[in-house]
């Protein structure tokens, strides 16, 4: 079971994973495996990209925002959740292999007024819904019969 939960401007998620530093879209740099499983990282961070389009009742299109600001990733567990998607694709970029993992999901209908700022990918991983990466990006009003769709983007170094 795969979820993707939201934070409100208007009060804080509490969150264990350790923040590790956020740069612009699809460029992640100096990211550090802080999860207590052993596992290493990989060769390089991945890079990330999150899209989000907020559409009314009527399904007109509202905004399209593009998540540039990563507050925490926990490499391990992404790691092992990007292991189970399927349909990647390899793409060679200043000759290294690549996988390009695209994913959306369409968020439930709104069902009250709030801001919306942050996005976070939690996965089920040991029996427990997990927070695997969050991302901070440009608020936005929701009203009442919205719906957000999330598209995310995801590049890792194959082994």
Same mark, same amino acid.
């Given at each position: 079971?795969?979820?993707?939960?939201?934070?409100?401007?208007?009060?804080?998620?509490?969150?264990?994973?350790?923040?590790?530093?956020?740069?612009?879209?699809?460029?992640?740099?100096?990211?550090?495996?802080?999860?207590?499983?052993?596992?290493?990282?990989? /060769? @390089?961070?991945?890079?990330?990209? !999150?899209?989000?389009?907020? %559409?009314n009742a009527k399904g007109q299109l509202l905004a399209y925002i593009e998540?540039?600001?990563?507050?925490?990733?926990?490499?391990?567990?992404?790691n092992q959740y990007l292991d189970t998607i399927p349909g990647k694709q390899?793409?060679? /970029? @200043?000759?290294?292999?690549?996988? !390009?993992?695209?994913?959306? %999901?369409?968020?439930p209908t709104v069902i009250r007024s709030h801001s919306m700022a942050m996005?976070?990918?939690?996965?089920?991983?040991?029996?427990?819904?997990?927070?695997?990466?969050?991302?901070?990006?440009?608020?936005?009003?929701?009203?009442?019969?919205?719906?957000?769709?999330?598209?995310?983007?995801?590049?890792?170094?194959?082994?």
């Amino acid at each position: 079971m795969v979820g993707i939960c939201y934070g409100q401007t208007s009060g804080a998620t509490a969150d264990d994973s350790i923040v590790t530093g956020a740069v612009g879209a699809l460029g992640v740099q100096g990211l550090a495996d802080s999860e207590s499983t052993g596992a290493q990282p990989a /060769k @390089e961070p991945p890079q990330v990209l !999150l899209q989000l389009q907020l %559409r009314n009742a009527k399904g007109q299109l509202l905004a399209y925002i593009e998540g540039t600001r990563i507050v925490s990733m926990r490499p391990a567990l992404l790691n092992q959740y990007l292991d189970t998607i399927p349909g990647k694709q390899i793409i060679m /970029k @200043e000759d290294k292999m690549y996988e !390009l993992i695209q994913f959306q %999901r369409p968020e439930p209908t709104v069902i009250r007024s709030h801001s919306m700022a942050m996005f976070v990918l939690m996965a089920r991983i040991d029996d427990k819904n997990q927070n695997v990466l969050m991302i901070n990006h440009d608020a936005y009003q929701v009203e009442p019969g919205d719906r957000a769709t999330v598209y995310w983007t995801i590049i890792r170094q194959v082994q």
